[in-house]
Structure formats: structure tokens, C-alpha cells
């Protein structure tokens, strides 16, 4: 079955940078577009970003554009989201899952504070 594991997560100060990890297994993970999503305390699913199957087409939301970077690795079935300049407002759990479908892993949580 689908497996999605995130990691990479902690605590980060303001204008820190993170890089989260998604290990795919279970379905043709080269075949598949993939998206990062979060959710913040309180909040719905927000999107972050997605990136087709060969990985040169990535999508970014405002917020995301110039700071969140996604990338893929389809010899190693991972998936990347490289995160600079974090501001409080990205503190959310992140999550990654296919493009098609809402199953997604457990997720990370990424803290942004002093």
C-alpha cells in the first residue's frame, strides 16, 4: 500500500532555513505528480507546493514562491521541500502526498520561533 514517511521537522528560529525529507513506497513514485501540504494549529490543509513526475515543472502559492523550493529524487523515491527565510506564520505540521490523491503520511512539524 501507498507509504508516505515526512521528517526532517523541528525548531527553527525566524529567517532559519529547514529541508524536509518524504520517503515514497508502495506505488510507481516516478510516474507520480507529488505536493507538500501543511496545516497549522487550528487551520484547514493549506498548499504548499507540487512538482510533476519528472521534476522539472514545480508549482509554488505566493507565499511559497522564492522562499520553498520542492524536489524529487525518483531513483530513491524521495520527495525534498528546502524551506528559507521561515517566517512564525509557516509553523504547521507538512505533509507530503500525491498530487491524486489526499492519503498523506503522518507528517513533520516545523516550528518557526525565537
Known amino acids: 500500500q501507498v507509504q508516505l514517511v515526512e521528517s526532517g521537522g523541528g525548531l527553527v528560529q525566524p529567517g532559519g532555513s529547514l529541508t524536509l525529507s518524504c520517503k515514497a513506497s508502495?506505488?510507481?513514485?516516478?510516474?507520480?505528480?507529488m505536493s507538500w501540504v501543511r496545516q497549522a494549529p487550528g487551520k484547514g490543509i493549506e498548499w504548499v507546493t507540487s512538482?510533476?513526475?519528472?521534476?522539472?515543472?514545480?508549482g509554488y502559492p505566493p507565499f511559497a514562491k522564492d522562499r520553498f523550493f520542492i524536489s524529487r529524487d525518483n531513483a530513491k523515491n524521495m520527495l525534498y521541500l528546502q524551506m528559507n527565510n521561515l517566517k512564525p506564520e509557516d509553523t504547521a505540521v507538512y505533509f507530503c502526498?500525491?498530487?491524486?490523491?489526499?492519503?498523506r503520511g503522518p507528517g513533520t512539524q516545523v516550528t518557526v520561533s525565537l
Open positions: 512538482i510533476n513526475p519528472a521534476g522539472d515543472r514545480p
Open positions: 508502495g506505488f510507481n513514485f516516478s510516474a507520480e505528480a
Open positions: 502526498k500525491k498530487w491524486s490523491s489526499v492519503e
